[in-house]
């Protein structure tokens, strides 16, 4: 979980993972992941608010084992190979990826802390990623505690409607 307030550029390396992040000033939203040479990168559950040009550059496709969940707001969500890929359906149709990915304004606050507005496509968006074992990722970057069942909210942070409810069936006694 991070808020970046400048691109992800990652040059080489063997395995990636790019989870649960909120790139992007919404304001300009002129953010992106750029992913050069790996093995083995995974992408999910990211808000890529670039509202003026690529929120995701992959040179090589072969770099990329997992690429879903991810919100973009922008013209061109993706560049695969070198070709522009403007819409969630041409992200789909080329690279195999995206089945559950989504276009369109994530509808956050104002950094420096983008929390998700009521109505925003985010929100339950996400998948759960509690079976990777990874604590940091089982709450938002606030601390909030993440469901550890059901789907997750996209981004570093975690609505509130994704929180444990509290309980209902206690009594307190007063002396």
Not at 6 to 28: E, K
């Amino acid at each position: 979980n991070s808020i970046v307030c400048c691109n992800i550029n990652l040059h080489n390396g063997t395995i990636v993972y790019i989870l649960n992040n909120t790139l992007g000033n919404s304001q300009n939203g002129f953010m992106s992941i750029f992913l050069q040479s790996f093995s083995d990168a995974h992408v999910k559950n990211n808000i890529i608010n670039n509202q003026t040009g690529v929120g995701l550059q992959i040179l090589d496709s072969s770099v990329v084992a997992e690429l879903d969940y991810n919100l973009y707001n922008g013209p061109t969500p993706v560049q695969w190979n070198g070709t522009n890929l403007t819409t969630i359906a041409s992200v789909r149709s080329t690279t195999g990826f995206e089945s559950h990915g989504l276009q369109g304004n994530p509808l956050t606050n104002a950094f420096p802390a983008p929390t998700l507005q009521a109505g925003s496509p985010a929100i339950s968006a996400g998948v759960n990623l509690t079976s990777l074992g990874v604590s940091q990722l089982d709450s938002d970057i606030t601390g909030a505690v993440r469901s550890s069942t059901g789907s997750w909210d996209v981004g570093a942070y975690a609505n509130g409607s994704n929180l444990p409810k509290p309980p209902t069936d206690l009594t307190a006694v007063v002396n």
